[in-house]
C-alpha cells in the first residue's frame, strides 16, 4: 500500500517539478529564464528547499496524472508563462484546472496527447483558464462542446490548435469568440466547406486558418459570403485537401483580405509540372503576396500572367477561364515565345593527317589544349608529339596554315567556321630526346 501511495505521489503535478528541477538534476545557470524558489519545508518532505525553475515549463511524458497541492503549484509556478504537459495522463478537467488556476501568468498551454476524450469541462472550472493567449489541444479527441466551454472563457485566447482530433463536422457555437486570430485544425475528416465556414461565424477576427491534410472537397461559397464570413484572414493552409477545380481556386479571391495561400499536394494540381503550378496558381491569385512559403515579386506575377495567357492560347478550346479575358485586356494577345536553343554550336571542320582526312565537329567554347585530347581519342596520337594548324578555306591562299600554339587559347578566336580545316603534323624530336630515345 505503501509504494503505491509514493507511486501515485510521483506522478502529480507537483511531485514532477520537485524531481526535476531540483538543484542536483537541474543546476543553475545564468541566462535560462529560470527563477529561484525558497521553500520552507518540514523535516522528510520529499520536496527540496530550493527549486530553479524556467518560466518555460516542459514537463512532456512525464506520466502526470494529478495536480498535487495548489499552495505549491502557486509558490513554485509564480513567475511560468509557458507550460507544456504534453503526452501526460491527464483526464479530469478538475485536475488541469488546478493547475492553470495556480499559475497567474500562464500565457501558452498545451495538453496535447492526453486522453481526454469524454472528459466534461464545466463552466465554473473553464474560468481558469482566462488568461491563456495560446491553447494547443492535439490528439486530445476533446468534444465540441468542451472546446465551446473553453472559447466562451477564454478572452484572451489568440491561437487554439485542434489538430489529429477526428474531427468530421463542425459544432456550431452560439457564442462566438472574437479574439481568436489563428485556427491551427490540421489532419481532421472535414470534407464540406459547409463546415468550414461556420469558423466564420465562430471566430470573426480570423486572421489565419491552417486546413493543411483535410479531405476538403470545395471551397463553396458565394462571393458576398465569403466576405461576410471571414474579413479578416489573410492566409489559408490548404495543403493536401481534396480540391480538384480551378473554380475553387478562383473563389479564394473572394476574401477580401487574403495575402498568403497555402495548396501544395491537391489533385488539382497533380498532372502540371512544377513551373506550370506556380505561375499558373499566382496567374488566378492577384492579390497574392505570399505562394506556398515563398514571397511573390512583381516581375514573377507579369510573368505568370503572361505564361497564362499563352498556356490557354496554345491549348485553343472554347471554355477559357474568366481570368483569362482579364489578363488579355491587360496584357493584350501574346506571341509564342520564340524558341532559343542555348546549347553550344558544333563547327564542323576536316582534320587532315598524313593521307586520311576526318570530319570533325568542334565545340568553340574549348581550348586548343582540349583539341588536342579530342584528336589523340579519334587519330590515337599523343598530343606531345604533334602540331596543329588552323587553315581557312576563303584566305589560305592568302595567309596559310596558322600554328595553334597556345594550349589555352580558345577555338573561337580563331574564327573557325564551316568547312575550315585542321593539318596535324608530326613534331620533329630534338637531339636529346633522340639521344634518350
Given at each position: ?11 502529480t503535478f ?17 541566462g ?5 524558489v525558497m ?9 527540496k ?13 512525464c ?109 456550431h ?9 489563428l ?6 475528416q ?19 486558418l ?24 489573410r ?25 498568403e ?5 491537391i ?11 506556380r ?20 516581375g ?26 482579364i489578363?488579355?485586356?491587360k ?42 585530347k ?8 599523343h598530343?606531345q ?13 592568302v ?5 595553334m ?12 567556321r564551316?568547312g575550315?580545316?585542321i ?8 637531339r ?6
Amino acid at each position: 500500500m505503501e509504494s503505491s501511495s509514493d507511486e501515485e505521489e510521483v506522478h502529480t503535478f507537483v511531485q514532477v517539478i520537485s524531481d526535476k528541477y531540483n538543484p542536483d538534476n537541474f543546476p543553475y545557470s545564468k541566462g535560462q529564464g529560470l527563477g529561484i524558489v525558497m521553500l520552507p519545508t518540514p523535516p522528510g518532505s520529499p520536496v527540496k528547499d530550493r527549486l530553479f525553475l524556467p518560466s518555460v515549463l516542459v514537463l512532456n511524458d512525464c506520466g502526470i496524472t494529478k495536480a498535487g497541492e495548489s499552495s505549491d503549484i502557486a509558490t513554485f509556478c509564480a513567475h511560468v508563462v509557458e507550460l507544456d504537459l504534453s503526452y501526460n495522463q491527464l483526464s479530469d478537467w478538475g485536475e488541469i484546472s488546478t493547475v492553470v488556476s495556480n499559475i497567474p501568468n500562464l500565457d501558452f498551454l498545451n495538453l496535447s496527447m492526453n486522453p481526454l476524450c469524454g472528459a466534461q469541462l464545466e463552466p465554473s472550472l473553464a474560468q481558469s483558464f482566462c488568461r491563456v493567449r495560446r491553447l494547443v489541444l492535439i490528439n486530445t479527441r476533446i468534444s465540441w462542446s468542451t472546446v465551446h466551454t473553453l472559447t466562451r472563457h477564454t478572452p484572451e485566447l489568440e491561437e487554439l490548435f485542434l489538430c489529429l482530433n477526428d474531427f468530421s463536422t463542425v459544432e456550431h457555437s452560439g457564442s462566438p469568440c472574437p479574439s481568436v486570430r489563428l485556427l491551427q485544425i490540421t489532419d481532421n475528416q472535414l470534407q464540406l466547406w459547409a463546415q468550414v465556414r461556420k469558423f466564420g461565424l465562430m471566430y470573426p477576427c480570423l486572421s489565419t486558418l491552417v486546413l493543411a491534410n483535410n479531405c476538403l472537397l470545395s471551397v463553396d461559397d458565394q462571393k458576398e459570403a465569403l466576405q461576410r464570413l471571414f474579413p479578416n484572414l489573410r492566409s489559408i493552409n490548404l495543403n493536401n485537401s481534396g480540391l480538384s477545380k480551378w473554380e475553387d481556386i478562383e473563389r479564394l479571391n473572394f476574401f477580401p483580405n487574403l495575402v498568403e495561400v497555402k495548396a501544395k499536394g491537391i489533385p488539382l494540381l497533380q498532372h502540371y509540372s512544377t513551373e506550370e503550378r506556380r505561375n499558373l496558381l499566382l496567374a488566378q491569385l492577384p492579390s497574392v503576396l505570399l505562394l506556398n512559403g515563398s514571397s511573390v515579386s512583381e516581375g514573377e506575377r507579369e510573368d505568370a500572367e503572361r505564361f497564362f495567357i499563352r498556356y490557354y492560347q496554345e491549348r485553343g478550346g472554347h471554355e477559357l477561364p474568366q481570368r483569362y479575358h482579364i489578363l488579355v485586356s491587360k496584357y493584350g494577345e501574346l506571341a509564342p515565345l520564340a524558341e532559343v536553343d542555348l546549347r553550344p554550336r558544333c563547327t564542323m571542320v576536316e582534320v587532315l593527317w598524313g593521307e586520311r582526312v576526318e570530319t570533325l565537329g568542334l565545340g568553340l567554347e574549348q581550348t586548343v589544349g582540349d583539341l588536342k585530347k579530342q584528336l589523340r581519342g579519334l587519330l590515337q596520337l599523343h598530343t606531345q608529339g604533334v602540331r596543329l594548324f588552323y587553315i581557312n578555306r576563303e584566305m589560305c591562299s592568302v595567309l596559310g596554315p596558322e600554328e595553334m600554339k597556345c594550349g589555352s587559347r580558345a577555338l573561337h578566336s580563331y574564327s573557325i567556321r564551316d568547312g575550315d580545316q585542321i593539318l596535324v603534323v608530326p613534331r620533329a624530336k630534338s637531339r636529346c630526346s633522340s639521344s634518350d630515345a
